[in-house]
C-alpha cells in the first residue's frame, strides 16, 4: 500500500476520511434541511400551538394516525365514545394511544 507522503496515511485511509460522513450534522444538506424546517411558517404555527396547547396538539396527532387505521364508521363510534369521557380519561387514552400507534 502507498503512503501518502503529505498526511502520512494510507490511500485507503485517505480516501475514508476524505468521504464526507452523511451522519455528520454539519454537512450542507443538514444545514439546508434545517433552516428550511426553522423559517417555515406551518413549523413555526406547530412549535407555537404545542407550547401554548400541548393537550389539543396531542388530542390532533393521535386522532389524525388513528383516522388512518380504523374505518368510517369505527372512527365514528370511537369518536363518539371518546368525547363523552371526562377530560382525565381522554388523557389516558390519548397517552395510551400515542404509545401503541407511535409518535
Known sequence: ?????LFGFTSNGARQ???PRSNAPFNTSYLLQS????TSYNYQR?????????FQEQERR????LRTKLSISDYKNF??????QTAFKRFAVL???EKRLGR
Open 1 to 5: 500500500m502507498k503512503k501518502n507522503s
Open 17 to 19: 476520511a476524505a468521504r
Open 35 to 38: 433552516l428550511n424546517k426553522k
Open 46 to 54: 406547530a412549535v407555537q400551538a404545542n407550547k401554548s396547547q400541548p
Open 62 to 65: 393521535v386522532l389524525k394516525k
Open 79 to 84: 369518536y363518539q365514545a371518546f368525547y363523552t
Open 95 to 97: 397517552k395510551d394511544l
